[in-house]
Each structure stands twice: as C-alpha cells, then as structure tokens.
C-alpha cells in the first residue's frame, strides 16, 4: 500500500491493514467478493484463532484508555454496526469479539422488527436512543439499516419513502459523527451455499433450534433482492465519514478476526490518553506512608 519507490523512501507497512483490505464504496461490486477469501490475513485458522486470543489484551487496554478519557471530561465514543444476512455470525461477533472487553464499557442493542411504540416515530428515533455515551463502545446487532433492507425488500414502507432513507441516514451519521463518536460498519459477508449448510445445521442439531426460525427460509427465497439492497446500501452510504467494510463471513474464525482487528485498529488511530492526576502523586504517596 504505502509504497512510495519515487522518491527512494522504505515503503511502510499500513497501520491499518484490515480497514484497508476490507473497506467498501462506490465501485465495491459485492458479488465479486469471495466470501470465503481471508483479505488482510494470511493464516489458517489455528493461526488466526491465536492471532484472535493475542488481540483481547491490546483491545481490552485501549478500550479502557477510551473510557478513562471520559471520567475526565472525553467524550469520543465508538459504535460498531453489525449487518449480515440471517446465520452470517452476528452472534459469534457479540461472544467473540465484543465480548472480549469489559462488559461495563460496552453497550450492545439488538434491533429487531419495530414494536407498536417504535412505528409511532421516525425511523432513526430508537436508534438515537441507543447511541453509545461518552468512552462507551456501542455496537448495534442489526440497526438503522434494516430500514432500507429488509423494508426495502419486502416494500414495508412505500418506495418514495425508503428511498429518502439513505440520505437520511447519511445525515444522520454526519452529525453522530461530529459529536465524537467514530462509527466503524460492519458486513457480514456469507455466501447462499454458507447459509444452506448453517440452517441444516441447526435443524441437524436439537441444540441449535432455539435459533432456527422457519421464517429464515421465505427470507432466504429473497437472496437476490437482500444482495441487490446490501449492494444499494454500499453505494449510497459508505461515506468518509462512516464507511462499510465488507468482511467474508463464510469461515467464522476470519470474521471474528477481522472484526476485533477493525476494531483495534479504530480505537488505535483515536489513541485515547489515561488522564493526568488531578492530584499531587508525591504528595498522596507520602500522606499514604504516614497513614
Ligand atoms: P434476529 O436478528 O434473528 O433476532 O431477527 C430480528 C428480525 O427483526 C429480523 O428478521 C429483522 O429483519 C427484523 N428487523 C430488524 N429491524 C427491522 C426493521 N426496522 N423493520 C422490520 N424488521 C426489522
Ligand atoms: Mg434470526
């Protein structure tokens, strides 16, 4: 990447290679990503469980740096959003990923279809409700982008009207962006043949059926349609300044990976500082020694 042979410098490795691998926009043709392919990693997958297990230390410490940052008046914050098709390893993200760092810094919501109470307001209004506080990471299972998926596919709205939503949202991040808060979007990129063998899986496995649901199939019956609006939602909304990164989801421990490293690569490049003391160290020290 950062190769730059001209004027005779050492080409430099990126700080942020997995955001650079994976980063999507306008020209990202989804259908020519391989969801089996490993961009950004060279590995295995014992390699890359253990690269995973090297992560949590780093992750966990600048998570806390983030949130001390804010017990002293900070208030940057991340939110990671979570999209994929049904059995694309949202939940394996939540174990895995998110649940690698203190549950007391982190603020998971999960969206689901909108309750009687959610329909009454505009579309954005749960999901401002649940923006993470200042030194949180909050990380959204599905999100405002169902708005233009799943109602886009099934015309749960009117056209006019879904159609009006990625600018909305666009706006709308703009500004949850310029509060501080760094938004890092995530597709769980899982191929058909993927999902077939997931769904056997846990229809295979009584252990399993609690997370099987019938109406998974009629939504799979819509693949084309969901990929047609994945791909409609990477054109029109991956924006400087909260982009999509399109992460093959076929083989789980690359994801999981891939994830935790997007993640540690945004909380490096916000570098958030333990606050200084606000106390005199020599002074407590001494005053602890005489008590
Ligand atoms: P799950 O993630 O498997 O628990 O399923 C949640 C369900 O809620 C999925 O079928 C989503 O498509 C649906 N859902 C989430 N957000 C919305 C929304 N804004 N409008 C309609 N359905 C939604
Ligand atoms: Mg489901």
Partial sequence: ????????????????????????????????????????????????????????????????RLFAESRSGGERSVLLVVQGMDTSGKG?????????????????????????EEKKHPFLWRIRNALPSPGMIGVFDRSHYEDVLVVRVHDL????????????????????????????KVMLHVSKDEQKERLTERLDRPDKHWKFNPGDIDERGHWDDYQEAYQAVIDKCSTDDAPWYVVPADRKWYARLAVMNLLKEHLEQLDPQWPKADFDVKEQQARLAES
């Fill in 1 to 64: 990447m950062a190769k730059d042979k001209k004027d005779g410098k050492k080409s430099k490795k990126s700080a942020t290679p997995f955001a650079d691998a994976l980063r999507a926009g306008p020209g990202t043709d989804l259908s020519a990503i391989d969801p089996r392919s490993t961009p950004g990693f060279d590995g295995d997958k014992a390699a890359g469980q253990d690269a995973l297990a090297d992560l949590t230390e780093p992750v966990s410490e600048l998570q806390e």
């Fill in 92 to 116: 394996g993200i939540m174990r895995h990923v998110v649940g690698a760092v203190d549950p007391q810094g982190v603020e998971i919501t999960s969206f689901k279809a909108p309750t009687a």
């Fill in 157 to 184: 709205v009117p056209r006019a009207q879904w159609s009006r939503r990625y600018g909305q949202i666009n706006t709308f991040e703009e500004g949850v962006v310029d509060k501080g808060t760094t938004i890092i």
